[in-house]
């Protein structure tokens, strides 16, 4: 008989650390996945310490429940894992037990100790089959000794690096990281990443890699030349992927396999930082600057920072790569000699076919548009004549439905929504107003519900109506070279939309995406979905409706979002010889002059970056300081904000008088509780508070230790009402 030691999930309010002590028949090892009664419930757990200890007073041996089993087919996760979840749970201030167990598939939450056996045998004899097909097939793979058994003969097919694919590749080797790998779009990182963990996989037999990417479903590409080019190497069951648009027995056998070390390469979303991993030796954060490398509920981490730490932790290398780094991945790759710790390589240059003149960036002075117009004349123009050439546009704007608004002109009634402070947004193909932060969708009302008004009408512009207009006033030409039977004067324009409404049905991206590719749509219209990522070799025009609101924003990162936004879309026009002779990047602006498009002109990432930072600094804002928020819903707006300004006096008061806290409260600026930018979504009212250091660890100090008074400070008076609150480090809105 021993007392073990069990990480759980337990629930907040259960006021239970989330280690527990169980029964067990025998001792143990750290990591084992075991099924542990907890309440009426049954759940899974990990074993969190090597065994035992014996029964000390402490424990009341007759409360303590036994296990209910071991998934002994599972190996012990090991203790790098461990200490990745320890590190996530404190730096992100959420519970160890709620971040370890969220860490795994959901499936393996479930399972019991047969099944789990059951599903063990299963994938054993499927494995034995596809390595007796394999030998017998002369390449003679087995699981084992897959990079060894294979022959050089299936050496995959690479391109010969360029002059700075080569340098890059050689720093990557010499080096110790972590690295930034500082490339335009088209310079070919990608072929970096593939000649990386190739050489890994290939000295290293064992050696398993981990890439990371914002979006999968965006990117199939880059999956396809993945599995392209490793599955002759080390077997196509050795690439595996991690995301959210899996199955859960999908995820499950893909977390397993690398957990085992047959999989080699691990290709994923964020999530797949937390996969276990006992060989990790290389990780590449693709497009490192996307905000979903950020997670926006639970534990709200950062996979790119993570990336960082847990390269450290298991000694491997890390490449982050981007056109348009994060500021704060470019300030830390500044001289090493002015403090920076990450090696920036630079490739500059766009390879062959795309190699010629980026894309001419046009700037329309809105001012001298007519008023109310959508699209300027030269930007039509521009349109009209690529069409006329089979050439394919894309249009952008960040606002899906057909309007933000429907208002009444008379007695001044707006689309408002019953539930939240925002507005309706009116979607005109099944004539809806829908609330894009509760989803309270009704009927949009045949008169105005104010007046009775029947002429309501439409304030600014979305997708849907952008698609609408371009129809209209595309309707008059035709597509060359495509006389069909139905249309004997010349087929007529396409125009296609891609935005989160169209494409809710699984597998409908996919198929649009295909339609683009193989060139039946004319123009496509979009939000920001478009702009990332997709290699549609035919765009040769790229224009950006409406983009100035970032300039304008309360939020300090907006501009710096916007600028890698159209940076990247402006990547995605004449990447094609044969179509890339003159690509065009239209923006409409009411400040032409601004310095963010004279950089974008210029495709002056580093100008842009260095006039950012200025600003940062000046401002006393990240990288220059560290920020957590702490957000608080209640019912009502006073009790949201009087918690958190109750917390932030306790915090004075009570943790001044802690020894040795002086100090680190010294650190640390607590701003008012304000409501947030949209303060109400589905009755709930919401409000946050800025907490501020020019230290990291002074930031989390503080946080750790005010924990404790956030809790104490819920039972106050004043908070009645306060329904939960959450902190949020590195937050990146605010
Ligand atoms: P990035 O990831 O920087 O956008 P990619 O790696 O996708 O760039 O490369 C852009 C294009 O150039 C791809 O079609 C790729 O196959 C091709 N490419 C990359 N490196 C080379 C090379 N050394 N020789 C020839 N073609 C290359
Ligand atoms: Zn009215
Ligand atoms: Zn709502």
């Given at each position: 008989m021993a007392w073990i030691s069990v990480l759980v999930h337990t629930p907040?309010?259960?006021?239970?650390?989330?280690v527990l002590t169980y029964r067990s028949a025998g001792p143990l090892p750290s990591g084992t996945l075991v099924r542990v009664p907890l309440g009426k419930r049954e759940t899974l757990g990990v074993v969190w310490q090597d065994t035992v200890q014996e029964s000390s007073g402490e424990i009341d041996t007759d409360k303590v429940r036994e296990i209910s089993?071991?998934?002994?087919?599972v190996a012990p996760l090991g203790e790098a894992w461990q200490q990745l979840m320890r590190f996530t749970a404190q730096y992100y201030q959420r519970s160890l037990g709620e971040v370890a167990l969220a860490a795994l598939p959901p499936q393996l939450r479930e399972l019991s100790p047969t099944q789990m056996h059951r599903r063990t045998l299963r994938a054993q004899r499927s494995a034995e089959k596809s390595a007796q097909t394999a030998s017998t097939s002369a390449s003679g793979r087995s699981h084992h000794v897959a990079a060894v058994a294979v022959?050089?003969?299936?050496?995959p097919a690479a391109p010969s690096l360029t002059r700075e694919q080569a340098d890059a590749v050689t720093r990557i080797a010499a080096e110790d990281g972590p690295f930034l790998?500082?490339?335009?779009?088209?310079?070919g990182k990608t072929e970096v990443y593939l000649n990386c963990v190739q050489s890994l996989l290939t000295q290293n037999p064992q050696a398993q890699a981990l890439v990371m990417v914002p979006e999968i479903n965006l990117t199939p590409q880059l999956e396809e030349r993945f599995r392209e080019r490793f599955t002759p190497l080390v077997g196509a069951d050795a690439v595996v992927s991690l995301h959210s648009g899996m199955t859960p027995a999908q995820r499950l056998a893909a977390w397993l396999s690398a957990h085992e070390g047959s999989a080699r390469i691990v290709l994923g979303t964020r999530m797949a930082v937390f996969a276990s991993m006992p060989q990790l030796q290389f990780i590449v954060v693709d497009e490192e600057h996307d905000p979903s490398y950020k997670s926006s509920e639970g534990a709200r981490y950062s996979a790119r920072d993570l990336a960082i730490y847990r390269a450290k932790l298991q000694g491997a290398k890390v490449v982050l790569g981007s056109a348009t780094p994060s500021l704060e991945s470019w300030y830390q790759s500044r001289p090493t000699s002015e403090g920076g710790r990450y090696q920036r390589l630079l490739m500059p240059g766009r390879i062959g076919a795309s190699g010629q003149a980026l894309p001419m960036v046009r700037r329309v002075d809105m001012n001298h548009q007519p008023r109310k117009a959508i699209f300027s004349l030269p930007l039509l123009e521009a349109i009209r004549s690529r069409v006329a050439l089979g050439e394919q546009s894309m249009v952008f704007l960040n606002r899906r439905g057909y309007a933000p608004v429907l208002h009444c002109h008379d007695c001044g009634w707006k689309s408002e929504c019953a539930h939240c402070s925002a507005f309706r947004v009116f979607h005109k193909a099944d004539r809806t107003l829908r609330c894009?932060?509760?989803?309270?969708t009704e009927r949009v009302p045949r008169a105005c519900p104010g007046c009775g008004n029947p002429d309501i009408a439409p304030l600014g512009q979305g997708t849907e109506q952008i698609e609408e207009q371009l129809e209209a006033l595309l309707a008059d030409i035709r597509r060359p070279n495509t006389v069909s039977e139905a249309f004997p004067d010349g087929e007529p324009v396409r125009v296609a939309r891609i935005d989160a409404d169209t494409t809710r049905r699984k597998g409908s991206l996919q198929s649009q995406l295909a339609a683009v590719h193989s060139g039946d749509v004319d123009v496509l219209v979009g939000t920001q979905m478009i702009a990332k990522g997709h290699d549609f070799r035919r765009i040769t025009l790229v224009a950006a409706i409406n983009p100035d609101g970032a300039l304008f924003s309360s939020d300090f990162r907006a501009p710096e979002r916007l600028f890698s936004l159209l940076l990247q879309a402006a990547g995605r026009a004449g990447r094609d010889a044969a179509w890339g002779k003159s690509g065009e990047v239209w923006i409409q602006t009411f400040v032409p002059a601004h310095p963010l498009y004279a950089a974008l002109k210029q495709y002056d990432y580093p100008s842009f970056a260095q006039s950012q930072l200025q600003e940062r600094e000046q401002a006393g804002m990240p990288p220059f300081s560290f920020q957590a928020l702490v957000r608080a819903e209640a019912r009502s707006q006073e009790a949201a904000q009087a918690f958190l300004n109750a917390a932030s006096a306790n915090a004075r008061q009570d943790m001044a008088a802690w020894e040795g806290w002086a100090d680190v409260l010294a650190q640390v600026t607590l701003y008012s509780a304000v409501p947030m930018?949209?303060?109400?979504v589905a009755n709930v009212e919401r409000a946050q508070m800025l907490v501020e250091s020019p230290s990291r660890s002074a930031l989390q100090r503080f946080l750790t230790g005010w924990q404790a008074v956030l809790h104490a400070t819920r039972s106050q008076a004043e908070c009645k009402g306060l329904i939960r609150w959450a902190i949020d480090v590195d937050p990146l809105a605010i």
């Amino acid at each position: 008989m021993a007392w073990i030691s069990v990480l759980v999930h337990t629930p907040a309010h259960a006021a239970l650390g989330p280690v527990l002590t169980y029964r067990s028949a025998g001792p143990l090892p750290s990591g084992t996945l075991v099924r542990v009664p907890l309440g009426k419930r049954e759940t899974l757990g990990v074993v969190w310490q090597d065994t035992v200890q014996e029964s000390s007073g402490e424990i009341d041996t007759d409360k303590v429940r036994e296990i209910s089993g071991v998934l002994d087919t599972v190996a012990p996760l090991g203790e790098a894992w461990q200490q990745l979840m320890r590190f996530t749970a404190q730096y992100y201030q959420r519970s160890l037990g709620e971040v370890a167990l969220a860490a795994l598939p959901p499936q393996l939450r479930e399972l019991s100790p047969t099944q789990m056996h059951r599903r063990t045998l299963r994938a054993q004899r499927s494995a034995e089959k596809s390595a007796q097909t394999a030998s017998t097939s002369a390449s003679g793979r087995s699981h084992h000794v897959a990079a060894v058994a294979v022959p050089v003969a299936s050496e995959p097919a690479a391109p010969s690096l360029t002059r700075e694919q080569a340098d890059a590749v050689t720093r990557i080797a010499a080096e110790d990281g972590p690295f930034l790998l500082f490339g335009a779009t088209g310079s070919g990182k990608t072929e970096v990443y593939l000649n990386c963990v190739q050489s890994l996989l290939t000295q290293n037999p064992q050696a398993q890699a981990l890439v990371m990417v914002p979006e999968i479903n965006l990117t199939p590409q880059l999956e396809e030349r993945f599995r392209e080019r490793f599955t002759p190497l080390v077997g196509a069951d050795a690439v595996v992927s991690l995301h959210s648009g899996m199955t859960p027995a999908q995820r499950l056998a893909a977390w397993l396999s690398a957990h085992e070390g047959s999989a080699r390469i691990v290709l994923g979303t964020r999530m797949a930082v937390f996969a276990s991993m006992p060989q990790l030796q290389f990780i590449v954060v693709d497009e490192e600057h996307d905000p979903s490398y950020k997670s926006s509920e639970g534990a709200r981490y950062s996979a790119r920072d993570l990336a960082i730490y847990r390269a450290k932790l298991q000694g491997a290398k890390v490449v982050l790569g981007s056109a348009t780094p994060s500021l704060e991945s470019w300030y830390q790759s500044r001289p090493t000699s002015e403090g920076g710790r990450y090696q920036r390589l630079l490739m500059p240059g766009r390879i062959g076919a795309s190699g010629q003149a980026l894309p001419m960036v046009r700037r329309v002075d809105m001012n001298h548009q007519p008023r109310k117009a959508i699209f300027s004349l030269p930007l039509l123009e521009a349109i009209r004549s690529r069409v006329a050439l089979g050439e394919q546009s894309m249009v952008f704007l960040n606002r899906r439905g057909y309007a933000p608004v429907l208002h009444c002109h008379d007695c001044g009634w707006k689309s408002e929504c019953a539930h939240c402070s925002a507005f309706r947004v009116f979607h005109k193909a099944d004539r809806t107003l829908r609330c894009h932060h509760c989803g309270f969708t009704e009927r949009v009302p045949r008169a105005c519900p104010g007046c009775g008004n029947p002429d309501i009408a439409p304030l600014g512009q979305g997708t849907e109506q952008i698609e609408e207009q371009l129809e209209a006033l595309l309707a008059d030409i035709r597509r060359p070279n495509t006389v069909s039977e139905a249309f004997p004067d010349g087929e007529p324009v396409r125009v296609a939309r891609i935005d989160a409404d169209t494409t809710r049905r699984k597998g409908s991206l996919q198929s649009q995406l295909a339609a683009v590719h193989s060139g039946d749509v004319d123009v496509l219209v979009g939000t920001q979905m478009i702009a990332k990522g997709h290699d549609f070799r035919r765009i040769t025009l790229v224009a950006a409706i409406n983009p100035d609101g970032a300039l304008f924003s309360s939020d300090f990162r907006a501009p710096e979002r916007l600028f890698s936004l159209l940076l990247q879309a402006a990547g995605r026009a004449g990447r094609d010889a044969a179509w890339g002779k003159s690509g065009e990047v239209w923006i409409q602006t009411f400040v032409p002059a601004h310095p963010l498009y004279a950089a974008l002109k210029q495709y002056d990432y580093p100008s842009f970056a260095q006039s950012q930072l200025q600003e940062r600094e000046q401002a006393g804002m990240p990288p220059f300081s560290f920020q957590a928020l702490v957000r608080a819903e209640a019912r009502s707006q006073e009790a949201a904000q009087a918690f958190l300004n109750a917390a932030s006096a306790n915090a004075r008061q009570d943790m001044a008088a802690w020894e040795g806290w002086a100090d680190v409260l010294a650190q640390v600026t607590l701003y008012s509780a304000v409501p947030m930018a949209i303060a109400r979504v589905a009755n709930v009212e919401r409000a946050q508070m800025l907490v501020e250091s020019p230290s990291r660890s002074a930031l989390q100090r503080f946080l750790t230790g005010w924990q404790a008074v956030l809790h104490a400070t819920r039972s106050q008076a004043e908070c009645k009402g306060l329904i939960r609150w959450a902190i949020d480090v590195d937050p990146l809105a605010i």
